[in-house]
């Protein structure tokens, strides 16, 4: 689908941008076209400025509140004993 004058989609860019497309004829379009290589450069930087964001730490009572949520969503049903 990728030609001069189709452009690939967001996610297929998107794909090439994260070294995971195969896809020929996607590196024949950047190479004619220059609005595509825009976005796929972009997309790069933007992969770069996200990686160097700090990871956050997570609520000291996560683990706590994601026990209690998980054994009230699985009670046994009245009347079934294991
Ligand atoms: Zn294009």
Redesign the pocket.
């Known amino acids: 689908m990728t030609t001069?004058l189709l452009?690939?989609s967001l996610g297929e860019l998107k794909t090439y941008a994260e070294g995971a497309s195969e896809d020929r004829s996607l590196a024949t379009?950047?190479a004619r076209?220059g609005?595509?290589r825009s976005k796929v450069a972009g997309l790069r930087a933007l992969r770069e400025e996200l990686s160097q964001l700090p990871t956050p730490e997570p609520a000291t009572d996560l683990l706590r509140r994601i026990l209690a949520a998980r054994a009230a969503r699985y009670r046994p049903l009245p009347g079934f004993h294991t």
């Open positions: 001069a452009h690939p379009h950047l076209c609005a595509c």
